[in-house]
């Protein structure tokens, strides 16, 4: 099969024809009058010997006479049509016997044509070169069936032809690795029933319309259980109206990076807990469930103390050493969905527990300290503990439509740095209703 065009194409190759008859007269006659043509000529006077040569050379044509002594012309073209290397070679029957029962039976069996003699020398050349060029254009239209099948067969997407319906109509071998069935066991299934969590859809054309045409992400169950991810595109087929061509696409691998990307993006990249951005989306979401909910909030503000003095001392690797200690602790305590620590920037980490009152948000506070300082990181330096130690500070809102983020915040940092004022790796607390009016009292005297 030619894919590609050579360079210089060869000089066409001359149509051989082959022909049979026991009267030797004719076959000069016809050979002469064929070599004249310009095509290959081969001869046999018997139909065993047409055989032979048929098998052996494959010609383009065969001429065949009908009343031939032992396998006659008939018999001949049946040998030929049930042999596969033989059966697409046209044959024109010659015959004297010109009745519409012997002409009818010689096209039952296969025949492409059929001369009545005696031959007409004109019109046997006419229908010989009828004859080739229709087959040359059969074989044409062969040649490119082939190639469109070998295209689409050795390609990596799954290519399926769909109905309007969802009904399947063919699947190229691919499908096989995307779905999970051998291409055969989806022909006739519903395109509808392989795509996941579209159980609006009643049936297979409901199915259809809302997949709809162009490009779509989808979740497509395989036969092993699991869903992947893909894009399904569907086009429909101009040529075959009601039929649609689906192309499927694996885009797991692509779908798991973008996923770690995500990730990445939402962690602090050096204690690899939740980073400031996370946690005030996080912060968000929570607030309008605390609102909704009237479910008390409480937000920790923790930070290190005299951790210059101990980066001064031990470095800045150590520093960032002791900071994924910090983290960690910290994160070992916020264990429900509705916890998240999270680094908030330097030395500072921040901890929301929803669904939680002052008194219990206190407690979980103390336990985290007490675990810093439990860690024994030598701050060697530092006046208030040999060892590494934070101060904390508490704030608890049960929210409403009136109250703001920026409330809860400011006070649990008031907190904080009231208990660095007392005297450091101490938890302080606050209430926001009445600790956010000394902040605005403060700020108004
Ligand atoms: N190693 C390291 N140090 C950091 C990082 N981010 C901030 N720091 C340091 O943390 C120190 C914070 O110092 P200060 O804000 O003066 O506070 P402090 O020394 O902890 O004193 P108090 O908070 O008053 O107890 C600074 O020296 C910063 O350079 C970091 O990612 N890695």
């Not at 010689?106 to 492409?112: C, E, K, L, M, V």
């Not at 995307?178 to 009643?202: F, M, N, P, T």
């Not at 319309?209 to 429909?236: K, N, Q, S, Y």
């Amino acid at each position: 099969m030619t894919i590609l065009a050579s360079a210089a194409p060869a000089a066409p190759r001359k149509p051989a024809i082959l022909i049979v008859d026991d009267a030797p007269d004719n076959i000069s006659l016809l050979r002469a009058m064929l070599l004249r043509q310009g095509y290959q000529t081969f001869v046999a006077t018997s139909g065993e010997r047409a055989l032979e040569i048929a098998q052996r050379i494959q010609p383009d044509l065969v001429l065949l006479d009908v009343v031939m002594p032992g396998v006659d012309g008939l018999e001949t073209c049946r040998r030929l049509k049930a042999q596969p290397a033989t059966a697409n070679i046209p044959v024109i029957f010659m015959s004297a016997r010109g009745e519409t029962e012997d002409i009818v039976a010689g096209f039952d069996i296969g025949a492409a044509d059929y001369i009545p003699k005696p031959l007409r020398m004109e019109e046997v050349c006419a229908r010989v070169r009828a004859q080739l060029r229709l087959s040359s254009g059969n074989g044409a239209d062969k040649e490119q069936a082939d190639c469109l099948r070998m295209i689409v067969d050795s390609m990596d997407q799954g290519l399926l032809i769909v109905e309007r319906c969802g009904r399947i109509q063919y699947a190229n071998p691919s499908c096989d690795r995307y779905l999970g069935y051998a291409a055969e066991q989806l022909v006739g299934r519903s395109l509808a029933d392989l795509v996941a969590q579209q159980d609006s859809y009643a049936d297979g054309c409901s199915a259809m319309e809302a997949i709809g045409h162009g490009t779509r992400e989808v979740l497509i169950r395989h036969r092993d259980g699991g869903l992947r991810a893909m894009d399904l595109t569907m086009t429909p087929m101009h040529a075959a109206d009601g039929l649609f061509v689906a192309l499927l696409h694996d885009i797991t691998h692509h779908k798991q990076s973008e996923d770690a990307l995500q990730r990445a993006a939402m962690l602090d990249p050096l204690t690899k807990i939740a980073n400031r951005r996370h946690f005030d989306a996080f912060l968000e979401k929570e607030w309008q469930r605390a609102i909704r909910n009237a479910q008390p909030l409480s937000l920790v503000v923790l930070d290190v103390d005299h951790f210059k003095l101990y980066n001064d001392t031990l470095g800045h690797a150590a520093g960032d050493l002791c900071l994924q200690k910090v983290a960690q602790a910290l994160e070992a305590h916020a264990l429900r969905p509705t916890d998240l620590a999270a680094r908030f920037g330097g030395e500072e980490f921040v901890l929301l527990f929803g669904e939680t009152p002052g008194p219990a948000a206190a407690r979980l506070a103390e336990a985290i300290r007490t675990t810093v300082e439990a860690l024994h990181i030598p701050n060697p330096r530092s006046p208030t503990s040999p060892y590494i130690t934070v101060s904390v500070g508490v704030a608890t809102i049960v929210p409403t439509q009136l109250d703001q983020i920026e409330q809860l915040f400011l006070c649990a940092d008031r907190a904080m740095y009231a208990a660095k004022e007392a005297g450091r790796n101490r938890v302080e607390s606050a209430v926001v209703g009445a600790a956010w009016d000394a902040v605005r009292n403060a700020a108004m005297h």
